[in-house]
């Protein structure tokens, strides 16, 4: 799971008399909350310092600008740390065991908005040098030669209680809670450490925490005894090693619920819950264990980390792959019984696999710096799909890598994209390491088609390989391509690197001839860029691309794979082909070129006796191939809209919803009049549909025919069906009064709709009921409601609350989300944001101020407005750790639309003037 980073303010707990220097105070601001608890006195200093030389004064030392110097390293940690949840501040003691590598007098160590109290280095008082907002040195007085060291310090650090970032707290009914979220380098938030993911070593922690409190850690508790004065002290085991930024822990009255044991290891589980709410955890309970077992089966090794605790954290935010203490978002993991929805079921079980699957992918085998991100995320969500499908094999999980692999396609046909892989020097680099559709989709999809190309069980025995090699320790991308060569062959690791070390994804062409009774498949590849594209660089990879061919009957044919080396290849057939799928399976990370005609033929019913035909997930692959291939200009829009008929009346479901992202036409370029035609369209196409699936869900209705009822009813009420806006509008009164009448999974539609028809006496009940509601995930349906409202006086009342304090920005901010993006509220919520939108982003951590910004920016389809949102938030950008790279791709974008709509839109007029 991807962190963030934020500016953060801390408030100085109780000081005490002793410090011997000035007290330090790193990117000091004001933190509600109460006053701190009272320090925990040091261990006695001890004396074993290394031989030490005297230095001539000198002037004051450099901050490091981004990394450790590296002349001290790590060897073990320990933290006594005095934790109150209400507190605004927590005070703790660092003594940090580690080895002097090169002589130096300073040493470094990250920090960030800490008060550090007093220092010593081998016994001896160290005076603190000023840093900066990520660094603190230690003047040990003397040089350090290499050998061993002690480090000791006394600090104290803020418990943030509105952004969820560091050390965090929340408040559940009368209770607070404390969570920790640290990656990628906030645990420097929380204590003064080495925050790097290569210093790797045990970590011993101990608690004093009020007496009624838990208190748990990555290790199990080894120890509790009263301290009086109504705290104790929990003392924890060794961890195994652990980088900074898996450290964790949580403080409060929590429930601890028994979830048995799981896997050959007999791994015992606990859920670690806000009070009261354990008959939420069912599901939870019933997959957690089948998610651990399919993990050790995968990788044939028993679980590593001897318990697991889930931590239920306040919100889908703050999901972790903590080694032994998971972090998992009360959204995801507490599902009251009458919400149990098979999306909910899903949400849980694959963000659980992908968690977990990171003990192995991050955890147990860390990646050596940021640039090798992608070895934790997208080997983590390459392996997610393969264990929820394990788990639960009814679910036919697999498929859903299909949406991962256009999502990584499309980001990648930009100039601007980049490498999975890519040196990363600033804090800009590390937060846009975690790339969403590069590092996690892409990356996923790429090993993916690397997996299918040499065989399933080939490639389990080389991550298997790879992570007993590398475990307990760090690795790096050229350790993993070496491990690669060793169990597969040189021709797949050169082959992988070409995906790994360049950006971009290739398009394949094939042109067939036939003689003589056989054919030739010529292939050839190319980047697959828009035709405003500036990357003009000729591009190739070493591409596996397999095919399957037949005749026009589907009686003959074959199916053959070729590592496309350079630019051009071929596959004999022994026939003529009539019929060719460029991504036989749908496993390859590359565009297929079919022209409109082609396309129809691969997406048509398959025939009884066709042994040649198209799987399901093959067809839906073909029609994100013709999706970009319309947004490319390489067919016209037209042709798809065209297609959309036939696929919704597809019997199989799956095909039906992917069908419907051929609706191509972008509201954001369209007139009031186009708008409304375009309206009348989607109750042309989907109305009939829409109307007999209706909004509840049919006792004999299977899984997929609920999925295409959730993409297609909501849709065609926000086009003005009247029957649907009718019955949404009275479900939505049942379930404000009663809440009951809606399935879990349809609620969020029924509001919407409500709202996007509503007035002012439903929006006054929507906010009655946030108000009202002590449940998080209910009061962020509400206040995303509020968001859809188009009648001008009632939308820019549900602006007015964006920043109320009656509500948490992370919840109202969904209002501009919602009005952004819509013609009738767009323009009115661009000019709010111009006069508001320094205070909403000082509201957000940098991770969310990131998607926010870009978000925005990405809400147009015009050359003024573009030209306005870089010049609003380009200079912010700069500010904001990920923002730039983020803002940069939500531009090219608008510039991509704003083509694509010259290109298109005339057409566009013409399709929508028969309506």
Known sequence: MSGAVHADSSTVAAMRPRVLHALLMISAAACSGAPGAPATPAPPHTTDAPAVAELQPTPAPTPPTLRLPGDVRPVRMALDLTIV???????????????????????????????????????????????NDDFVGLDAGTALVPGPVTIDVDFTAPIDHT???????????????????????????????????????????????PSDHVALGNAPVTAEHDDGDGMKTVELAE?????????????GPFELVDGGTAGRAATPIRFVIPKGRAAELRWAKEVTPKVVAALEDYFDMDYPYGKLDVAVVPRFWGTMEHPGLVAMGQPLTLIPPDQETLPRQQSYANILAHELAHYW????????????????????????????DAAMPSWR?????????????SADEADVAHPIRRPVDTREGIQASFDNAITYAKGSTVLSMFEAWVGPDRWQGFIRAYVHAHAWGNASAEQFIAAMGEALGVEVAAAFRTFLDQPGVPRVTATVTCAGGAGTIEL?????????????????WQLPVCVRWSDAHGKHGGRACTLLDGGAGAIATDACPARVLLNDGATGYYRSTYDGATARALLATPRRGDAYALAGIERRMVIADVAAAVALDRLPVTDALAMVPDLLADRDERVAVAGLSLMLIDNRVLDDADYARSHRWVRKVLGTLARKLGWSRGAHDSDDRHRLRRSVVAWTAYADDPTLVKQARALADTWLAQGTGVSDDMIGGVLGVAAWNGDAAFFDRLVAAAKATTDRRTQGRLIRALGDFRDPALAERARALVLVDDFDIRETRSIIYGQIYENATREAMWTWLQDHLDDVLGRLRMDEAAGLMASIAGAFCDADHRAAAAALLGPRAKTIDGAETALDQALEGVD????????????????????
């Open 239 to 251: 961890t195994p090693p652990l980088p900074s930024y898996l450290v964790a822990f949580v403080v």
């Open 85 to 131: 949840p209400t507190a605004a501040t927590l005070s703790g003691h660092l003594r940090a065991d580690a080895e002097v590598v090169t002589s130096t007098r300073v040493v470094w160590l990250n920090g960030n908005g800490l008060t550090l109290e007093h220092a010593s280095v081998a016994g001896h008082d160290a005076t603190v040098i000023p840093g």
């Open 361 to 388: 992918f991050g955890d147990l085998v860390t990646m050596a710096w940021w640039d090798d991100t992608w070895l934790n995320e997208a080997l983590g969500e390459w392996l997610d799909v393969i264990i929820t």
């Open 896 to 915: 991509q639309c704003i083509a694509r709509a010259a290109r298109q839109l005339p057409a566009i007029q013409r399709f929508l003037a028969r309506y």
């Open 163 to 209: 952004k969820s970032q560091g050390v965090y707290a929340e408040a559940e009914g009368n209770d607070t809670y404390a969570y920790t979220f640290f990656e990628p380098i906030d645990a420097r938030r929380a204590f003064p450490c080495f925050d790097e993911p290569a210093a790797k070593v045990p970590w011993q922690l101990s608690f004093h925490v």
């Open 524 to 540: 050839t590849q190319q980047r697959s860029l828009p035709p405003e594209a500036t990357m003009t660089t000729a591009q190739s």
């Open 397 to 409: 999980y697999s498929d859903e890598r299909l949406e991962r692999a256009s999502w990584g396609m």
